[in-house]
């Protein structure tokens, strides 16, 4: 079975662009999360998509956006890009959105803004 | 405000050792604890979970609501050991996230 896979693996944008980056999950789950990882500073929370809708999105300015569609495949765009949001960018995938329910990670995509 | 502690950004014992990786929690209500590991070049994957109370690897972690812990727990590490931690409470009521700690790499020494 695949896993949850992302692309691309790596990015490289220059400031003021805009970053599409893009995740599968696992077939069958139907929640996608999206996390941040950037240096020193640990995993941090972007966005909860669940049947097709925003549930929760974390402490991110609303040039962080994303969508999940109908085959639960989702997306997360980045606008006017930073410096600082070069991280890495994890995406994973659960069954559903109950307690107790192991999140599947992708490998990441590397967003390098220069 | 909900917040994730693993006090140790580095931890380096030697093979054979006891190893402990602490994990502090401040959270309103109780949470589901989570341990996850990433190995090199790896993705990022769960270790255990608090609620089955399963030791995996060797590892085991008790939940101690009294001093707020989540502490993982190994009596003799290995050298496959080596790998960044995460733990993890879960919130989960309708904002069902995550909210992590910033790691802490272990490093197991021949």
């Known amino acids: 079975e695949a896993g949850v896979t992302q692309s691309p693996t790596h990015l490289i944008k220059t400031r003021g662009q805009q970053a599409t980056l893009r995740c599968s999950p696992i077939s069958g789950h139907t929640s996608v999360y999206w996390y941040q990882q950037a240096l020193g500073l640990g995993l941090q929370f972007l966005l909860w998509?669940?049947?097709?809708?925003?549930?929760n999105r974390g402490n991110f300015p609303p040039r962080f956006s994303g969508r999940q569609f109908p085959n639960y495949s989702s997306e997360l765009n980045v606008n006017a890009l930073e410096l600082e949001d070069s991280a890495l960018y994890l995406c994973a995938s659960s069954l559903w959105a109950g307690m107790n329910t192991e999140a599947f990670f992708g490998q990441g995509t590397r967003l390098t803004v220069v | 405000a909900q917040r994730v502690t693993q006090p140790e950004k580095l931890l380096s014992v030697f093979k054979g050792a006891p190893v402990e990786l602490k994990c502090n929690y401040s959270?309103?209500?109780?949470?589901?604890l989570f341990w996850y590991v990433q190995y090199s070049r790896q993705r990022l994957q769960l270790l255990l979970r608090h609620i089955s109370r399963e030791s995996i690897k060797g590892f085991t972690a008790d939940l101690n609501k009294g001093e707020t812990s989540f502490h993982l727990k190994k009596p003799f590490a290995q050298e496959e050991d080596s790998a960044m931690y995460y733990c993890?409470?879960?919130?989960?009521?309708?904002?069902?996230?995550?909210?992590w700690g910033l790691g802490t790499s272990l490093a197991v020494n021949p």
């Open positions: 998509y669940d049947e097709g809708e925003e549930r």
């Open positions: 959270y309103s209500g109780s949470p589901e």
């Open positions: 993890a409470p879960l919130n989960a009521g309708n904002n069902r996230k995550l909210i």
